[in-house]
C-alpha cells in the first residue's frame, strides 16, 4: 500500500480512531516509526485544523504495533491562545503501544529571526540503499534512498555524520505526515559502525518542525543530514537536519536509540 493509502485508512469510530498497517510497511515487528507517529498526527489533525501549522512532534515507543487493526486515541490536553497541546496514543485494545505529543502553534510577531544555511556535500559515488526481500525491512521499499556521505548500516563505518538522499514512492506532494516518514528513514548511525547485523529500534523520536508549510514540495529529493552525538552502554543519541528539494530546513530530528551489540 501506499503510504497515502495507510493514512487514509484512519477512521472514527465510537469517539475513536482505527487505522489498518499492512505488511510491507513493517520494520521488524513493529510498524515503521515514521508510519506510527503519521498515524498518530493524522487523527490529532481531527482535533486541531490545518491552519494552525504543526511545531513539535514527540514520540515514545513502548510496545512493537504489529500489522493489521489498531485504535487510536487523541485528546487535546490544552488549547491557549497560540499554542494547542494533543496526545495521541496507538492502542492494541486496552494496551498502549505509542504515546505521541503534538504542539500546534499560530504564526506570531518576532524579533528573532535565524534561518539555517544547507551546507554543501561533495560525493563522486554515492551508494544506493537496496531492497532486498527477507533482509532489509519492509517499509524501505516504498523510498528511494541514497548515501551521499557515511556508511550503510553494518558496514564498520568509521563516520559518526550520514548524510542520506531520501525520496519518498506515493501519489501528490508533501504534507505534514509525509516529512515524518522521510526524516525518520535514516537508520541509527550506531549501526553503520558495526560489521555484522544486529537489531536495533528507537525508544524516543523529537522532530521539530522549522517552518509552517510544506505542501507543494515534491516527495523526492530531499536530504539527512545525521549524526550520532553520543553511544554508551547499548543507548546512542542521534540528531538530523531535514533539508527540502529546495534546500530549504524543513525539520530539526532527535532520537535516543538502543542497539543490541
Not at 83 to 108: K, S
Not at 191 to 208: C, D, F, N, R
Amino acid at each position: 500500500m501506499l503510504y497515502s493509502e495507510v493514512l487514509d485508512s484512519v477512521q472514527a469510530q465510537d469517539g475513536a480512531w482505527t487505522a489498518a498497517i499492512p505488511e510491507d510497511w513493517l520494520q521488524g515487528r513493529s510498524a515503521f516509526g515514521g508510519l506510527q507517529s503519521a498515524l498518530a498526527l493524522r487523527a490529532m489533525r481531527a482535533l486541531v485544523p490545518r491552519s494552525v501549522p504543526l511545531r513539535t512532534l514527540q514520540t515514545t515507543f513502548l510496545a512493537p504495533v504489529p500489522a493489521g487493526k489498531i485504535g487510536i486515541r487523541a485528546q487535546i490536553l490544552r488549547s491557549g491562545k497560540s499554542a494547542t497541546h494533543v496526545e495521541a496514543r496507538l492502542m492494541d485494545q486496552a494496551q498502549t503501544l505509542c504515546i505521541v505529543i503534538g504542539i500546534f502553534g499560530a504564526a506570531r510577531p518576532s524579533a528573532v529571526q535565524l534561518i539555517p544555511v544547507q551546507p554543501p556535500v561533495e560525493c563522486d559515488k554515492p551508494v544506493v540503499f537496496p531492497f532486498i526481500a527477507g533482509i532489509t525491512p519492509s517499509f524501505t521499499q516504498h523510498f528511494a534512498v541514497r548515501w551521499l556521505r557515511g556508511g550503510l548500516p553494518f558496514t564498520g563505518s568509521q563516520l559518526v555524520q550520514n548524510v542520506v538522499e531520501v525520496g519518498l514512492h506515493d501519489a501528490g506532494s508533501a504534507t505534514e505526515e509525509h516529512v515524518l516518514a522521510i526524516a525518520d528513514f535514516i537508520p541509527p548511525i550506531a549501526l553503520s559502525v558495526l560489521k555484522q547485523p544486529a537489531p536495533g529500534s528507537s525508544m524516543t523520536w523529537m522532530i521539530e518542525f522549522l517552518g509552517d508549510r510544506v505542501d507543494g514540495l515534491p516527495l523526492q529529493g530531499w536530504r539527512m543530514d545525521g549524526e550520532l552525538s553520543a553511544a554508551h552502554d547499548g543507548y546512542t543519541s542521534q540528531t538530523g537536519m531535514l533539508w527540502g528539494p529546495d534546500g530549504r530546513a524543513v525539520a530539526l530530528s532527535r532520537q535516543s536509540m538502543v542497539v543490541f551489540a
